[in-house]
């Protein structure tokens, strides 16, 4: 008879490998992964808690953020299997009109939970090239870019004393008063009524 120290910790994700942004030049849809079993990675076993963070996360972007951790996860299930290495490098951004057209509609969809992959059709680039293409021209991910976007929107907002932090919160598409608290703390340093009273 055995009696373990520790709970077993267990995760279990689908990933659709057509769906998924890894490189294409990977092939990730083709690949025939070796199963394995009692194995340890901590690269694979980070990226897994960051992907399993963002189940039922209150946070606009966590649906983006979580399809680039998808394509993460691919990527690092590839190299535990000896993948291949992609041949191609990408150095360049996107272009001007690129930036313009998801610019624009990030600014007219603030509220609205989007996915990475209908940004990245916005610009006819797959989701694997748009991801490392917006990084090197706005300076962040788009997840990251987005809850900025929002939370400047929400600053701009507080200006009026007659809407709630609630109102704000959901006007910027945050479910919930503390995941907008959350984040807005995390952007600017302090906590929406904190701002908002310096404004006073």
């Known amino acids: 008879m055995q009696n373990p120290r520790l709970l077993t910790r267990s995760i279990c994700l689908y990933i659709d490998p057509q769906a998924v942004p890894a490189d294409p030049d ?31 996360g209150a946070d606009p972007s966590d649906r983006m953020y979580a399809d680039a951790l998808g394509g993460l996860l691919a990527h690092e299930l590839l190299r535990l299997d000896g993948g291949v290495r992609s041949r ?86 945050y479910a919930t008063t503390s995941a907008f608290s959350v984040a807005f703390r995390r952007i600017t340093g302090q906590t929406p009524t904190d701002y908002r009273r310096e404004l006073e």
């Open 26 to 56: 990977l092939r990730f849809a083709e690949a025939e992964l070796q199963p394995r079993l009692l194995f340890e990675d901590d690269d694979l076993w980070e990226t897994a808690l960051k992907l399993k963070g963002q189940i039922g």
């Open 88 to 173: 191609r490098t990408y150095r360049g951004g996107l272009a001007g009109w690129q930036q313009t057209r998801v610019m624009e509609f990030m600014e007219g969809h603030l509220a609205q939970d989007i996915s990475l992959s209908t940004l990245a059709r916005l610009v006819r680039l797959s989701p694997y090239h748009f991801l490392r293409c917006f990084k090197t021209s706005f300076g962040e991910p788009p997840h990251r870019y987005w809850t900025r976007r929002r939370i400047e929107r929400a600053m701009a907002l507080m200006g009026n004393p007659r809407a709630s932090v609630t109102d704000i919160a959901l006007d910027v598409g």
